[in-house]
């Protein structure tokens, strides 16, 4: 029981952060409502476990663990696909600004000869 309280209390604060953020413009608003609706849905598989059970049920699987596991496990590698792409995304990008300012900087040393 402690733990369903503290669960909730953890995830009751993380919206009200998120919705701070949104208030701030640093979050878009897509992300506000796709975080929101992500500690929203644990607050209630932890209040209600139950409930998990009725939606694997619809998705065919067995135990509503079972969904919560691959769910998890499916955001889990999406998060690593995007963050993934991103460093390399940065890295093309240093690497273009870096060989710009190379040769402005080769440019120059020869306008100063």
């Avoid at 975080?35 to 939606?55: E, F, G, K, Q, R």
């Avoid at 991103?86 to 690497?95: C, D, G, M, S």
């Amino acid at each position: 029981m402690l733990i369903k309280v503290v669960i909730s209390i953890i995830c009751v604060f993380v919206v009200l952060g998120l919705a701070n953020r949104f208030r701030r413009r640093q979050i878009r608003p897509l992300s506000f409502f796709m975080w929101s609706a992500l500690w929203i849905a644990i607050a209630i598989a932890v209040l209600w476990p139950n409930s998990t059970s009725y939606i694997a049920a619809v998705f065919g699987v067995g135990r509503g663990m079972d969904l919560v596991v691959f769910l998890s496990l499916l955001a889990i590698f999406y998060g690593m696909y995007r963050i993934y792409t991103k460093v390399n995304t940065v890295e093309r990008k240093i690497t273009q600004l870096v060989r710009e300012q190379a040769l402005r900087d080769i440019e120059a040393d020869a306008d100063s000869d």
